[in-house]
């Protein structure tokens, strides 16, 4: 079943005009990863999707055309999302910050599902956010994103700036993610070995264009090729 279909999406900031004719989409339970550089839009995309820029062309999510809704309206529908930067409330705790993504199901069952998933943040859970490591935080950013019960989540750059070890930890988790739960996963990255060993498919943007696409095991080749790009 299809969740996500995004047809010929154009974006635009003011007369910028930074996504052309994007297509892509994304089925129940599976993994997409839009690979591309610094700059090529992958932000736009996520941001296009939740309804932060002007855009032209389709984007359905459960086969309703969500163009016009509001960010929060699109985000009832089902969208779980961990943006760029993370955006979390620094001197809040941890467990403050996730209780403010709650909202479809029930928060205290997606509490303990985010605590199982990451362990560690629970050990954290009345810390405040500013003192904890990027990885920590960025498990935050991740659990505050699943605590809304989504059918899709968007993950804008997981692997920023963070230390392998950490990076690991998350990279389990978002496979269990995966495998355990019908959660559909969007995920944005410029690491292209992390992407390979998370996605079922893989479409590639540069420059604000999809310039190739297909089943993640048919892509090994772009790790060799990336930096052609
Ligand atoms: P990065 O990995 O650096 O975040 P990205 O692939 O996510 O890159 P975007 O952040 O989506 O790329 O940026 C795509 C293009 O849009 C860039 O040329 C950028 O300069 C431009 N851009 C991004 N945000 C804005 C904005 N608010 N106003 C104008 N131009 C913008």
Redesign the pocket.
Known sequence: MRLLEVRNLNSF??K?H?LHDVSLHVDKGETLAVL??????????L?SICGMVRTEGEILFKDREISSLKPYRRIRLGMGVCP?GRKLFPDMTVEDNLLLGAGNGNAKEQLEFVYDLFPRIKELKNNVVKNMSGGEQQMVAIGRALMSNPELLLL??PSMGLAPIILGKIMEALKRIREETEISILL?E?NVHLALQLADRVSV?VK?EIVSEGKAEEMVDLEKHYFEL
């Open positions: 900031y003011g910028a930074v591309g550089p610094n700059g090529a839009g992958k932000t736009t995309l941001n760029e804008d750059e944005v410029q943007l604000g």
